[in-house]
């Protein structure tokens, strides 16, 4: 059975970091294409980053560029979001998503992220 699980969300002020972590089961994570999405409240969900796990083909999107480090620990199953200079419009809900080929992608039950002062 595949599982994702999301942890590491919480509240922070702007210009801080947090570290998201995906942790995985149930399938070859070597294979896949990791990515994290977000969706704000009455919003559709939004790609953020995403990355083979031979820690090639790393990709972003331009808000995350310059500000986010998506990696991953083959040893662990688990993908990282690492989010620095944090922003209020990066309030919300982050979920990690894994990927084969062109395949229907898995999904977890996603991480509350708050920027607030």
């Known amino acids: 059975q595949v599982r994702l699980v999301e942890s590491g969300g919480g509240l922070v002020q702007p210009g801080g970091s947090l570290r998201l972590s995906c942790a995985t089961s149930g399938f070859p994570f070597s294979n896949y294409q990791m990515s994290w999405y977000r969706q704000h409240p009455g919003n559709e969900r939004e790609f953020v980053a995403s990355?083979?796990?031979?820690?090639?083909?790393?990709n972003y999107s331009n808000s995350a560029k310059g500000r986010f480090t998506i990696s991953a620990d083959n040893t662990e199953n688990t993908v990282y979001l690492q989010m620095d200079n944090l922003k209020v419009e990066d309030t919300a809900v982050y979920y990690c998503?894994?990927?084969?080929?062109?395949?229907?992608?898995?999904w977890g039950q996603g991480t509350q992220v708050t920027v607030s002062s």
């Open positions: 998503s894994a990927r084969r080929g062109l395949g229907t992608p898995h």
């Open positions: 990355m083979t796990t031979d820690g090639g083909l790393l």
